[in-house]
């Protein structure tokens, strides 16, 4: 407890530090388009591939369940837009990129700390922190809401994909289940679920990269770290937001 | 001048560092010699405020190192150039925008400006057509010269060397040793170099500060060194045959 204390203190200081003004405006604005091609860009693909196949098992599931004539057949669009929407397309996907991104930054940091890199940006009088973490969170805050939109249009298409193939759902019933009933609030929890969970994967994740100490060996430790905590972040701040924005 | 008073520092139960009070002269190479794991590394991070120290002081031209803002502090490390034992060069950066990186950070030249200054740069470590080569892709001297070109690029007025020529031939480590001497000169530098070549300690050695058990044990200049009788230093100074042989014929 004492010890979640203290890495919860430095965490708070270190983005103190992350946060302060930047040296060259110009030479940031450079760095997130470099992190929004790395750590964005490079997430698509694995984003789409998870999201069809998401939407397609949801679909045949919410299919295989409401097989009775008491529940109308787009009601199977309807649930899986739902679900989509709320939980599978912003959480799932934020623990994949948590995974996926976490690791890179936490490994990319941690490198640069054992091998003193970080030292030498700071000799050179640069707040290491500011220059290595802020592009990313910017970044991220950035892209990663995007990335979700994208997952949840391309799971819609998976179940709808599914739903048609295996003639479990018609094409027009389950279409016309998608637009039911559609809340632009959703939409927005959503999204800012999304946010804070991109916030929490690049600022965890940065954390134990920044801390790291030692070799190779505490490198690949703060990576593991970089991802399971951001992992348990996103669940938790998952239950508290959805208490707020939810009831 | 860069002045430590005292300075104690400790890991764990080690001691590294045990009141280690020196004067580092400007315009002067200074030499900090020792055995491997003497503690110069931990010495030389100490001065430049990457480790914390536990007693004493450190100070900068009269200014207190410890008791700066963090504003203050990052204006003096603008004018701090630093080597680090391992080089530590920015591996996502090929070798001329690692030496350009400080120049685009806090300059407002052109690109082509900070260009020709990296290639100025690059060409007095004798390196040149390894521009666009990525630090992964050179050798250990190499990128030992990429570093020494990066630490000057910025004119530093306070520039500090971790064995800026372990790694290179003789050759090269001469025409380095030679580099660090012209510069340090030509703007008045205040250098510290961390060593253990004796080649260098004869060659530039303005002021030699030889540390032993984590004390300063001698301090001198390349004359003195070779006619002391500190019997640590001596152990130290003639460690091999060759420099025996030396010994006995002056
Ligand atoms: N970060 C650290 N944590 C704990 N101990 C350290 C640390 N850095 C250095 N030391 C200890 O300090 C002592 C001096 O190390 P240092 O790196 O300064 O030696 P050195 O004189 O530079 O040696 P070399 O010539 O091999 O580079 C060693 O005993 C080392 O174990
Ligand atoms: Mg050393």
């Known amino acids: 407890m004492k010890n979640f ?43 789409v591939l998870i999201s069809v196949f998401m939407g397609a098992v949801l679909a045949i599931q919410m299919a295989f369940n409401l097989d009775t004539p008491l529940v109308p ?30 690791s890179r930054i936490s ?20 707040n290491s922190a500011t220059y290595l973490i802020f592009p990313k969170i910017v970044a991220c805050l950035f892209f990663n809401p995007i990335l979700i939109m994208i997952s949840i249009l391309v799971a819609n298409f998976g179940g709808w994909a599914a739903g048609s193939l ?69 669940i938790v701040f998952n239950l508290v937001l959805t208490n707020i924005m939810l009831s | 001048m860069i002045e430590a008073v005292n300075v104690t520092k400790c890991f764990g139960e080690n001691k590294v560092l045990d009141q280690i009070s020196v004067k580092f002269e400007t315009g002067k190479c200074n030499l900090v010699i020792g055995q491997s794991g003497s503690g110069k590394t931990v010495l030389m991070k100490c001065l430049v405020g990457l480790f914390e120290i536990d007693k004493g002081k450190v100070m900068f031209d009269e200014k207190v190192l410890s008791r700066m803002s963090f504003e203050e502090m990052k204006l003096v490390r603008q004018d701090i150039g630093m080597l680090f034992q391992g080089g530590a060069l920015f591996d996502s950066m090929p070798v001329e925008e690692n030496v350009m990186f400080p120049l685009s950070m806090f300059t407002d030249q052109s690109l082509s400006e900070r260009r020709d200054r990296a290639n100025f740069c690059l060409s007095r470590v004798n390196l040149k057509d390894a ?25 530093p007025r306070y520039l500090f060397c971790d064995e800026p020529n372990s790694g290179l031939d003789p050759k090269t480590a001469n025409v380095i040793d030679n580099l660090i001497k012209e510069i340090t000169e030509e703007y008045d530098m205040t250098t510290v170099i961390n060593t253990h070549d004796m080649n260098s300690v004869v060659e530039i050695g303005d002021n030699v500060f030889y540390i032993h058990n984590g004390k300063l044990w001698w301090q001198g200049d390349k004359e003195s060194i070779l006619n002391s009788d500190n019997k640590e230093l001596n152990e130290f100074v003639f460690a091999t045959e060759l420099t025996k042989k030396i010994k006995s014929a002056l």
């Open chain 1, 5 to 47: 204390l203290i890495e919860i203190g430095r965490y708070v200081k270190l983005m103190r530090l992350v946060f302060k003004r930047p040296e060259k405006q110009s030479i940031y604005f450079k760095q997130i388009l470099i992190e929004i091609e790395n750590l964005g860009l490079d997430s698509l693909g694995i984003v």
């Open chain 1, 73 to 102: 057949v787009y009601t199977i669009g309807y649930a899986t837009r739902q679900s989509v929407v709320l939980e599978f397309s912003p959480t799932i996907i934020s623990l994949i990129l948590a995974g996926k991104v976490g």
């Open chain 1, 107 to 126: 490994s990319e940091i941690g490198t640069m700390r054992v091998t003193e890199q970080i030292d030498a940006l700071e000799i050179m009088g640069i």
């Open chain 1, 166 to 234: 295996t003639g479990m759902v018609p094409s027009a019933e389950f279409i016309y289940g998608v637009k039911a009933f559609f809340e632009g609030y959703d939409v927005f929890y959503s999204l800012v679920k999304t946010v804070v969970f991109a916030f929490l994967i690049v600022s965890i994740s940065g954390y134990h990269g920044y801390y790291t100490k030692g070799g190779a060996l505490e490198v690949g430790e703060s990576s593991t770290k970089g991802v399971v905590h951001s992992s348990i972040a996103i």
């Open chain 2, 131 to 155: 521009n666009k080569l990525y630090p992964s892709e050179i050798s250990g001297g190499m990128k030992k010269r990429v570093a020494i070109a990066r630490a000057i690029a910025m004119n």
